[in-house]
């Protein structure tokens, strides 16, 4: 059970939907300069990763908790390959509407947005090789 128990935290602090807010706060630390702030303690890098947390974690999650409180999905957990179409879809629109905020935004680098881009066609693919069978986007 400790092990169990173990696997969990971890899955949960390295859930795919973080992972873009991963990639913002570590590329704060290295060079806040790019964003255009000293720091990221700056409330400017704070208002940004409060932003890209809740379009890329929060709603997402959101809507899924959602989908489990109409029935169209078992478990949040998501047992089956089925189950999981809709959450990559919704996901999938919030990516690309975050990706395109940015691609046009002169204070988020470069860098940033081809991550995002990256973040897009990773959650894309995953989406297209769960249609032919249940992957872990996870691994």
């Known amino acids: 059970m400790l092990i169990r128990s173990i696997a969990q935290v971890i899955s949960l602090v390295f859930h795919p939907l973080l992972i873009v807010t991963y990639m913002l706060v ?3 630390l290295i060079n806040p300069y790019l964003f ?8 400017t890098s704070r208002e940004l990763i409060l932003r890209v947390f809740l379009s890329t974690f929060f709603i997402p999650a959101f809507s899924v908790a959602m989908l489990r409180f109409l029935g169209m999905i078992n478990s949040i957990e998501m047992k089956t390959k089925e189950e999981r179409i809709g959450p990559y879809i ?9 990706f395109r905020n940015f691609l046009d ?7 940033f947005t081809s ?4 973040a897009v066609i990773g959650l894309f ?10 992957i872990s986007a996870h691994a």
């Open 36 to 43: 255009g702030v000293n720091s990221i303690s700056d409330p």
């Open 125 to 134: 693919i995953a989406f297209f090789f769960n249609i032919f069978s249940k």
């Open 90 to 98: 919704i996901t999938g629109v919030f990516y690309l509407w975050m």
């Open 26 to 28: 570590t590329l704060l």
């Open 105 to 111: 935004n002169s204070n988020i680098p470069t860098v």
């Open 115 to 118: 991550l995002m881009l990256g």
